[in-house]
Each structure stands twice: as C-alpha cells, then as structure tokens.
C-alpha cells in the first residue's frame, strides 16, 4: 500500500481517525522486583544482542511476580529500562494491587489479545499465566454489523473489526467503513471503504454499484476513473494485487 | 398532546416557509389550534408570507429574553381561527436563540395548542438544530432537483441524530416528504427529478406534490397563504397535502402533464395557474 493512496482515500476530513491495531509486542517477565537486580542482568543481555531492544516497545508481566507492591520499585523500573533505551509501554497480568501500583508509575495495564508467546531468552515460566480477567472482545460474536436503516448524506458509519451489512441505500455523500467486507443490498452511491484495518482480503458488495468512492485496504476509485466498471449493476469488488477488480454478480 | 412538527429542507428556497404557511393556515382551516413559528431569526419572512408584516411588535428573541411574554408576541391571524404567528426577530442572529428559551416557549405553547409548526432556517447549523430539537414530525421539503435532494437527505440524517427524540432515545421522529416546485412537463424533459426517483433516494412517505404554480410567488407577494387560493393547483395540493397528514386518503394529483389544454392555453403555452 502507498502512503500517497491512504491519504487521498478520504480528504479534507478530520485531523485524525481512531483505529483498533493489532500489534505484537515484547513482554518483559519480571522474576524480581528489584531494578538494581533487573537492570543489570538487562543491560547483559543487551549487550549479547545489540540493537534487539533498543527503543523497543516492551509491556512487563507481572505474572511471575509474588509480591506485594511495596517490593516492587516501578518508577525506579521505569527510569532504568528508558535509560537503557527500552521503552515500557505498560503492564501486563499480576495481581490487581500491582497493577494498581504500575498506573501510578504511568504504566497502563495492557489486555493481551492473543495467547501470550515466550520471547527468547526470557526464562521459561513455571507454569502457563492465568487469563486476565476483564473485557474481551474474543468470542462476543461479533462479525458484522447490520444497518437496517439507510445511510443518509453526511453519515458515516464504521463497522470496527467486522462487516457491515446494509439492508437500504447508502445515498451520495455518505461514508460506510468495515475492517471487514461490506455488503449494500441496495444502492450504493455514496463512498465505501473496506478492509480499512489494511485487510486486503476484504471486499465490496452491492446491489446497485453506483458508488462516490470505492476502497479496499487503502487501494481506492474514485468515480471518475470507474467508467469501465459495471455501473448500475450487482457487483463485487475485490482487491487483484494492487487494482480494484469489479466483477458482475 | 401537542404535536411538534418542523418544516425543515437543508438547502435555502425550496419553499419551506411558504410550505410552513400553508400547512399551519390548513391544519387551522380544519379546526386545529395551531401555532407557526418562524426559526429563521435575522431573515424573517413568515410574517411577510402570512401577511402579518405590520402587526409584529415583539418577537421570539424578545420572548426568550424575557422582555415581553409568549402571548404579547404571538399573533393571531385575522382570516383563519385558531391559527397564530410566532414571528422571528429581523435585527438579531441565530445565536440569540438558546436550547431553554427555545424548550421553555414550546412546552408552554403545547398547553394551548393542538399544532406547533417550526419553520427551520436552510442550512444544519444552529438555527436548523433549534428548529427541529423538539420534533415529533418532520415534514421534508425538496425539490426535484439532485442538490435539493441531497441536503434533504442530510438534513433527514441529522433529524435522526440530532433531535430530542434521538437523544431521549424515543421513537424516532416521524418524517414526510412534500415535493415542491414538481413541474411535469420538464420531468417529462428529463430536466427535473421523477417523483420516483426522489423517493427512491429520500425513503421516506410523501405527504404531497405541490406542483410548480406561479400562483404561489402572487401569493406570497400578497401575504395570503397559498392554501386559501382554492383556485390554485399548488392551493389544491396544499389541501391534500393537510388532509392526507390528518389521516384522510387522497390520490396524489398534478403529477401528469395536463393533456386536455385548450386552444387559448396551447396559444400561449402557459403553465397551470
């Protein structure tokens, strides 16, 4: 995907657009509390693998950790993993007072999404981490969003992490945006954009393609340069490497 | 329980105003108490179209301030009972209305009144917003034009979002559809949207086709509401349009090109009066 695309996939709109991202990230095992243990046997192992952390983000677990908050010293955590160039962007697991004492050290409490994997030469752990409890959005059944209603001129609607299934129009001047794919089973004559979280695998469906804009994972048409693709018809969209395919259904 | 509705289009000179004057001058003709207030404060018009231009001594603004009460401002109209004008100020903006003012002077008109007509400002900022908050009916007005169409369908987004029903999360307020300036003989041109083309787009009920009359413009020139002019089509369709709103069945007229003009009309080609 080009930088230059995803710009123009909608202009002139806001300054900034909130989006869920997937990231995988290093989790720093603490077996000790103690920065004046931790942070030299680091800075050893930094020294064995130049470059593999430095400004990295890193989230520490605390899962191994059967301490109370008053042996664990996070500001002091803090400044010697920053000195060493290691960014801690959060905590993860541990038992609610610890967390409670990481936040006040600015260290947010971070949700993992997937099952957590070892990184070398973190030291293997004794037993596999408790789920931490709280939200998660695993498993709600959540995979499409249905619009019953149509979507009107200035609207814009944003299926996040799943499809969007429109049962009406989506009229001009109004904006349909799925992480998933989109299906209107109307027309669609306002912008649609698919595969918004970088998903090229997603696409568009409509029953009347007669669309502003089309995107999928950033790649986009406008209507100008949609001269050869089946207006007015039943139509999939579907991303082929770097072009937009239309095809009749 | 008084009935809010607000005439609203987005986009300006569509015929809201003249439509608001209409509709309120035929929900009163037909025995209801209703109440027209004009929103578009720093343009007022209404006063003008319902022909009570030299009897305005107070205003909205003026209720809202406190300077004088609701019943000091409110205007009885001399041809329909029950029919009263609440005029807009011409020397203030929109900013003067505020969301209690407005909220207080609409839960005291609906002690006394069966209707209460907002005549929106065009546009969705402030004035639009104040028009249409305490809506429990919208009556749309659109031309058969693409960019009439378009706001309109804005304007019924932010009807949904925006008003007090959406907010209390109530039943969404209900939304008509009354198509003005419908001129058969250019659709038939294919100068001008079809009817079926603009409900396809808007889907929403239509109310009514008031179709393209230069009786209208006399009308307005003259202060009486082009409802009272039983001679007109656009008068007519007016009718039926507030028949059809009180729950009356009435097939939509003046939607085909008159066929059977005489040879007086074909002489000189003019448009239905």
Known sequence: ?249 | MAQVITVTSGKGGVGKTTSSAAFATGLAQRGKRTVVIDFDVGLRNLDLIMGVERRVVFDIINVITGEAKLNQALIKDKRVDGLYILPASQTRDKDALTHEGVGKIIEELAKDFDYILCDSPAGIERGALHALYHADQAIVVTNPEVSSVRDSDRILGVIQSRSKRAEEKREPVKQHLLLTRYDPVRVERGEMLKLEDVLEILAIPLLGVIPESESVLKASNSGNPVILDNESTAGQAYADAVARFLGEDRPQRFLEVEKKKGLFGRLFGGRAA
Request: overall charge negative; hydrophobic content about 50%; aromatic content about 6%.
């Open chain 1, 1 to 249: 995907m080009t930088a230059a695309a995803q710009q123009h996939v909608l202009p002139g709109a806001d300054a900034f657009r909130l989006r869920a991202g997937n990231f995988s990230i290093l989790v720093l095992r603490l077996l000790d509390g103690r920065p004046e243990v931790v942070l030299p046997a680091l800075g050893d192992q930094f020294r064995r693998a130049p470059g593999f952390l430095r400004f990295a983000p890193i989230a520490i677990g605390l899962d191994d950790l059967n301490l109370t908050p008053a042996e664990v010293d996070f500001p002091g955590l803090v400044a010697g993993l920053r000195a060493l160039d290691i960014v801690p962007m959060g905590v993860v697991g541990g038992s609610p007072a610890l967390r409670q004492a990481a936040a006040a050290a600015g260290l947010s409490a971070l949700r993992p999404s997937g099952a957590e994997k070892e990184i070398e030469p973190a030291p293997a752990p004794v037993e596999a981490a408790p789920p931490i409890p709280g939200p998660d959005f695993r498993g709600t059944g959540r995979t499409a969003m249905i619009v019953t209603q149509p979507v009107r001129s200035g609207s814009r609607i944003y299926a996040e992490g799943a499809d969007l299934i429109i049962t009406a129009t989506v009229n001009a001047g109004a904006e349909v945006i799925a992480d998933g794919n989109i299906h209107v089973y109307g027309a669609l004559r306002g912008r649609a954009v698919a595969g918004a979280a970088d998903n090229p695998e997603a696409r568009v469906f409509a029953l009347n393609f007669d669309p502003e804009l089309i995107a999928i994972a950033g790649f986009y048409a406008v209507r100008e340069g949609l001269s050869a693709a089946p207006i007015g018809r039943t139509v999939m969209v579907r991303l082929d490497g770097e072009s937009l395919r239309f095809e009749k259904l």
